[in-house]
């Protein structure tokens, strides 16, 4: 069974987060998704942010009835601060059931280099890289930051896709201004939509964690 490990600070998910995973699972290069709502991202450790309950219970929202998708906390369960992409990667596979990848999208391969043993995790695992219209990874990028053989493997690994314009940036800015539902909605499935709404997640003057 191939699963590919999704992580991701989902605040909020959206409707490009959906579209990754399900990109992920058309390629044919994993069985199944697995959402990992991040307990506290490395890279986002000075911002704000919603509540770790919050962001899992809208994955969830999102994601089900689509059994080839399912929700883990195995972030909060570990609670690590600052928590790495290897470590738990390595913890999963110790299940020799199991072949967990990672699938991250093209900005992230950009920056690949820059994460926690990050030459390990790109010889140990494999990895699905979802592209972007504002990230082309080319093979000699890959050379510059990690040996030949890697570098090559890296660069295979992207997948073919359509394009999202969504960010989450956009989508929480959209939110505090609260004035165009209809097109929040364009962004986010209804479900975590209508969840943001009935808890008065991202609105001005209310504190998120």
């Given at each position: 069974?191939r699963?590919?490990?999704?992580?991701?600070?989902?605040?909020?998910?959206?409707?490009?987060?959906?579209?990754?995973a399900?990109?992920a699972l058309?390629s044919g290069?994993?069985?199944?998704?697995?959402?990992v709502?991040?307990f506290?991202?490395?890279?986002k450790?000075q911002?704000s942010?919603?509540?770790?309950?919050?962001?899992?219970n809208?994955v969830?929202?999102?994601?089900?009835g689509?059994p080839?998708?399912?929700?883990?906390?195995?972030?909060?369960?570990?609670?690590?601060v600052?928590s790495?992409?290897?470590?738990?990667l390595?913890?999963?596979n110790?299940d020799?059931?199991?072949?967990?990848?990672?699938?991250?999208?093209?900005?992230?391969?950009?920056?690949?280099?820059?994460?926690?043993?990050?030459?390990?995790l790109?010889e140990?695992f494999e990895i699905?890289v979802?592209?972007?219209?504002?990230c082309?990874?080319?093979?000699e990028?890959?050379?510059?930051?990690?040996t030949?053989s890697v570098a090559?493997?890296?660069?295979k690994?992207?997948?073919?896709?359509?394009f999202?314009e969504?960010?989450?940036t956009?989508?929480?800015?959209?939110?505090e201004?609260?004035?165009?539902?209809?097109?929040?909605i364009s962004?986010?499935?209804?479900?975590a939509?209508l969840?943001c709404?009935?808890?008065?997640l991202?609105?001005?003057?209310?504190s998120?964690?």
């Amino acid at each position: 069974m191939r699963t590919a490990f999704f992580g991701g600070s989902f605040d909020p998910p959206h409707s490009g987060h959906l579209g990754v995973a399900t990109g992920a699972l058309r390629s044919g290069r994993c069985d199944r998704v697995m959402w990992v709502p991040a307990f506290m991202p490395p890279h986002k450790l000075q911002r704000s942010r919603q509540q770790f309950a919050h962001r899992f219970n809208m994955v969830r929202l999102i994601t089900a009835g689509i059994p080839e998708f399912f929700v883990s906390d195995i972030e909060y369960r570990r609670r690590q601060v600052p928590s790495y992409t290897f470590d738990i990667l390595e913890e999963l596979n110790r299940d020799p059931a199991e072949k967990y990848q990672l699938l991250i999208g093209a900005d992230s391969l950009l920056d690949l280099h820059t994460w926690y043993r990050a030459r390990e995790l790109a010889e140990r695992f494999e990895i699905l890289v979802y592209p972007r219209p504002d990230c082309q990874v080319t093979l000699e990028y890959l050379k510059e930051k990690f040996t030949s053989s890697v570098a090559e493997k890296l660069f295979k690994s992207q997948l073919d896709g359509e394009f999202f314009e969504i960010s989450s940036t956009n989508l929480r800015f959209s939110m505090e201004k609260s004035d165009n539902w209809d097109n929040i909605i364009s962004m986010t499935p209804e479900p975590a939509a209508l969840y943001c709404r009935r808890h008065g997640l991202y609105l001005k003057n209310r504190s998120s964690i």
